[in-house]
């Protein structure tokens, strides 16, 4: 009995070795030579401070240059012939890599302990949908608020570093998206691993991940990275006429906690935001006890996230209800999360919870609509969560 | 003196070419270490590569009468679990769902496999990889160095400056979490030792 059962585990650890195996080739069968790109990075100085301030001049003469030369393209565009205009976008898109136009760059309050960067000019059709400001590094996941995960919204929200940094999130009418995150360069820092590019004579490393490409520098002490889906030379483009727009205030307190300093998308209430869009749209017909509507958030015409809280706290816990036209339940998750395939009248949905249970997803899709119900430290039942999703109308 | 040897000694006189050969003889293979344990190919990138610079800036920490693949492993699983650690910490609403998709139910519920071709098809290691991924950092790590960096129980116990029973009871506790997660995808994928 006792061989039988020693083979018996022989025969599952094999199989584990041998399964362990087959996985680790299949998601990785190979890899291009790491050595160069290896060794860019032992041979390159650019850890910790030694690149310090030595490129703050050539910076801030090229992007005022830039700055200068930008806004004059834009006064000139608005009095001159046709034809002119056309010569100077096309001038313009060389210096920039598409037409732009001017940013109104954000300030931070209180100053945080980095300089930061921001576009001179966005690329045409962008516009700054939001800001993250993390004073404190607290983990964006303890912010607890329920905002939208796409593109750039989504990026605001993510959990990106235990240190105070910023996040500022551009989107395009085509929803292309750009974040820029930024934070200072901590002791000994060095690059991640990634193509070698260059930014502002500054050693840069590009990452892909499916369409989305990261490239991450530093540059006078802040560590910059930018998120996008933008082609490559767009990307570079855009990283390139960064400015300084903002430097530490040693004389400003910090504050106690995170903060979402602004957000585009206001709060309004859900009359005003059905009131915009084409269509009814379904939203739950029951919800638990003690948990209310806090308000809408509305991008027409066709996405919609109601926001609901708990009456009489404070808490940051919330829950979220986000209808927008398309598949996206395939693209969010909860990290982590043990998944659980449901049904929500009829239709097969996604439900999520994280292990340690301070949040829990569900994602379905209807008729081309996809739908999210998500819920953050809100202490909702599973049970809960599927008879709020059940009593969508 | 062995290639490895060589490459070691020119390390340690402060060539950088040396780590050129220790490079191409593990990086793949901690490459993929890496990632069964992060689930995240450009963390694993992050891991291999910064292990590697440690490598560097630190050869003459290593002595040079032990073998270089499990100190250098030790230290990748070790920073790979630091940022599975850190990782979980976080909450993302980022990244992609686990793969457990309406086909791998479908299989599930059909039944008409055989075990044996059960295993051989995709939707199993699709199983082993999303089980993995629900496994604490330090489970993860103990199955991908027993089973993927194929040490002995001894060797983890070196590695790991534990007992043996200590590593056997880890494996055991992680074995049958594997399992029950395992069962819970999918029954008789694969069983737990008990």
Redesign the interface.
Do not use: C, F, M, Y
């Given at each position: 009995m006792d061989v039988l059962?020693r083979r018996?585990?022989m025969n599952?650890?094999e199989?584990?070795?041998r399964?362990?195996?087959?996985?680790?080739?299949?998601?990785?069968p190979?890899?291009m030579?790491?050595?160069p790109?290896?060794?860019h990075?032992?041979?390159t100085p650019h850890r910790s401070l030694r690149n310090g301030r030595h490129s703050i001049r050539r910076t801030l003469l090229l992007s005022g240059s830039a700055l200068v030369l930008c806004a004059a393209l834009l006064l000139l565009a608005a009095s001159v012939s046709p034809a002119t205009a056309r010569t100077l976008a096309a001038i313009e898109q060389a210096i920039v890599g598409t037409r732009s136009v001017p940013n109104n760059p954000v300030s931070f309050q209180p100053a945080p302990p980095f300089i930061v960067f921001q576009p001179a000019v966005l690329p045409q059709g962008f516009s700054r949908i939001g800001e993250r400001y993390n004073p404190n590094g607290m983990?964006?996941?303890q912010i607890g608020t329920v905002i939208p995960?796409d593109g750039a919204r989504?990026?605001l929200?993510?959990?990106r570093s235990?240190t105070p940094h910023v996040v500022i999130g551009y989107e395009s009418t085509n929803t292309t998206y750009v974040a820029l995150f930024q934070r200072a360069v901590q002791p000994q820092e060095?690059l991640?691993?990634?193509e070698v590019r260059t930014v502002n004579n500054q050693p840069a490393t590009l990452?892909h991940?499916g369409t989305t490409r990261?490239l991450t520098w530093m540059q006078d002490n802040t560590w910059l990275e930018l998120e996008t889906d933008l082609e490559e030379r767009e990307l570079l483009a855009f990283a390139t006429q960064l400015t300084i727009t903002q430097r530490p205030d040693t004389t400003t307190a910090v504050s106690d906690g995170p903060a979402i300093v602004s957000y585009d998308l206001p709060l309004v209430s859900v009359e005003d935001a059905l009131r915009v869009l084409p269509a009814q749209v379904p939203q739950p017909t029951w919800l638990p006890a003690d948990v209310i509507v806090q308000g809408a958030r509305v991008d027409p015409p066709d996405w919609l996230n109601l926001v609901y809280t708990r009456a009489g706290t404070n808490k940051d816990g919330g829950m979220s209800f986000e209808i927008s036209r398309g598949s996206r339940?395939?693209?969010?998750?909860?990290?982590?999360?043990?998944?659980e395939?449901v049904q929500v009248n009829g239709q097969?949905a996604?439900y999520?919870r994280?292990?340690s249970g301070?949040?829990q997803r569900l994602a379905w899709e209807v008729d081309g609509y996809s739908y999210e119900l998500s819920e953050?430290r809100l202490g909702l039942t599973r049970d809960e969560l599927l008879r709020v999703a059940e009593s969508i109308r | 003196v062995t290639d490895e040897e060589l490459a070691i000694t020119r390390l340690q006189r402060g060539d950088v070419d040396g780590l050129q050969f220790l490079v191409a003889r593990y990086y793949l293979q901690a490459l993929r270490a890496a990632y069964l344990v992060t689930h995240d190919r450009m963390a694993a990138e992050d891991v291999v590569q910064d292990a590697f610079i440690r490598v560097y800036e630190r050869i003459h920490q290593f002595d040079t009468t032990r073998p270089f693949g499990p100190w250098f492993l030790r230290s990748v699983i070790n920073a790979a679990v630091k940022v599975s650690m850190r990782a979980d910490r976080d909450l993302s609403l980022d990244k992609p769902a686990p793969s457990t998709n309406a086909s791998f139910y479908e299989t599930l519920v059909d039944g008409q496999l055989s075990l044996d071709e059960q295993v051989i098809q995709a939707e199993t290691t699709t199983a082993i990889w999303t089980a993995l991924q629900q496994l604490r950092p330090a489970q993860r790590a103990v199955i991908v160095q027993r089973y993927y960096l194929g040490l002995s129980e001894a060797e983890l116990a070196q590695v790991q400056h534990c007992p043996p029973g200590t590593i056997k009871s880890r494996l055991h506790a992680a074995r049958i979490r594997l399992g029950e997660l395992l069962n819970a995808l999918r029954p008789n994928v694969i069983q737990t030792d008990d």
């Open positions: 059962h018996k585990t599952h650890e199989r584990l070795r399964l362990l195996h087959t996985v680790a080739e299949e998601k990785i190979n890899v030579n790491p050595w790109q290896l060794r990075r032992l041979v983990s964006d996941s995960a989504s990026a929200v993510r959990a235990q060095v991640p691993s990634g990452r991940d990261t339940s395939a693209t969010t998750s909860l990290n982590g999360a043990e998944t395939v097969t996604v999520q994280t292990v301070s949040a953050s | -």
